[in-house]
């Protein structure tokens, strides 16, 4: 197994924020340098941390913490880059190397439906026929000229026959993609991860990933706000990036943001260790590394939803709704997390326990925000008359019972 190479910061010097903190209003702007203070403050200074982090929440969102009820559609995990944390990805002929065929897609997003979902998030390698000719193979013979091609037909075929929602996680995108996918899907997705181009490097996590070079997502997340395309994004922690390259992250998501406005969901993802990958041996980030890092997310975008995922923090998931997050991300009673196998889904009653325990209320919402559905419902055809019949009187979904 080829192994990582993980970069460190400089030993941290811990300073204390709490003046700052005690004079910092809820949704006041916050700077890069007061950001990265922030996430290396004394431990002391970490309540107030959280406590300012949750006024911003409060203030922008109070008393509920949303959920998005999916099906998990991994449409193919043939992938050409070859990430250092991924156990997704697999080579042709490796075992559990699959593609979907149309009726495998449409089995479970009805099996999904009968469950009350609403979301059918779609992932898949990143074009993977420009490395693979078995691949190109599998495409000729579905009747498909690229993946894209087939997403595409997938989600039309979703958003057709069910009344799923698509939300595809397809990797790099050109304007006319972005374009093509946005007219079967009301919102889409990809992780910026990190800004960080020394994880490029020979032995670093993105060593041999083509389609992780920072720049090509940005420019992919950028063409979204120029099309208007409700957005998902964000940054992955304990790969091998600096406190620094975190914050960086995250200025680089809420400079798109404010110079677009489509960045519906900025997602907090931790690293998680697994036996199979070349950074079996990595450390994991802290609970209270997740923690600044939400918090942090929270004060520099206070009018952007903010989620991490509970099942790569479990046991003790729900105190991270003491750091300001005000979503859980896709839920699913039927699918596993793909990405995260190991790691399985809170069960939903469970979910709803945990939020309740701190004073808070879970609601399932659509794919796309409430906020971001009139840019969607406004337009004519198949895709804004699915969002108005799945719509409730707030925005959130209708919540169907299970049959």
């Not at 811990?14 to 910092?24: K, P």
């Not at 690229?146 to 595809?168: D, G, K, Q």
């Amino acid at each position: 197994m080829t192994s990582i190479t993980i970069r460190t910061s400089a030993p941290e010097l811990r300073t204390s924020c709490a003046v700052e903190l005690a004079d910092l209003r809820p949704g006041t702007r916050i700077s890069r340098d007061f950001a990265l203070r922030l996430m290396r403050c004394q431990e002391d200074d970490l309540p107030a941390l959280l406590a300012t982090a949750r006024a911003a929440k409060v203030k922008f969102k109070p008393g509920v913490i949303t959920y998005s009820r999916k099906v998990f559609l991994p449409l193919t995990n043939l992938c050409r880059d070859y990430c250092g944390y991924c156990t997704f990805r697999r080579d042709p002929g490796q075992p559990g190397a699959h593609t979907m065929t149309p009726e495998e897609v449409l089995a479970v997003a009805r099996a999904g439906e009968r469950l009350g979902c609403t979301e059918a998030l779609f992932s898949l390698g990143d074009k993977p026929e420009l490395l693979f000719p078995e691949m190109r193979g599998i495409l000729r013979h579905l009747g498909y000229r690229s993946t894209l091609h087939y997403l595409e037909a997938m989600c039309e075929l979703v958003l057709r026959e069910t009344s799923l929602l698509p939300h595809p996680n397809p990797g790099l995108l050109s304007a006319e993609w972005i374009a093509r996918l946005a007219a079967v899907s009301p919102s889409m997705g990809l992780m910026l991860e990190t800004t960080s181009s020394d994880l490029l490097a020979p032995g670093a996590a993105h060593d041999n990933a083509p389609d992780k070079v920072p720049a090509k997502r940005l420019r992919t997340i950028e063409e979204a706000g120029k099309q208007q395309v409700p957005f998902t994004t964000g940054l992955l922690i304990g790969i091998g990036e600096t406190v620094e390259d975190r914050v960086d992250t995250l200025i680089a998501i809420r400079e798109l943001h404010e110079r677009y406005g489509h960045i519906q969901e900025v997602i907090v993802q931790n690293f998680r260790a697994k036996a199979a990958i070349p950074m079996a041996h990595a450390p994991e980030p802290s609970q209270g590394e997740m923690m600044r890092a939400v918090a942090v997310a929270r004060l520099l975008m206070p009018d952007v939803n903010i989620q991490a995922p509970p099942n790569l923090s479990a046991p003790y998931y729900e105190e991270l709704l003491d750091a300001g997050l005000n979503d859980w991300g896709g839920i699913s009673p039927l699918t596993p997390d793909y990405i995260n196998p190991e790691k399985p889904w809170p069960h939903l009653e469970e979910l709803r326990l945990r939020t309740e325990s701190k004073g808070l209320q879970l609601r399932q919402r659509l794919p796309v925000y409430p906020e971001f559905l009139p840019m969607i419902v406004s337009r004519s055809g198949l895709l804004a008359e699915k969002l108005q019949a799945a719509r409730g009187c707030d925005g959130l979904a209708i919540e169907v019972r299970a049959a």
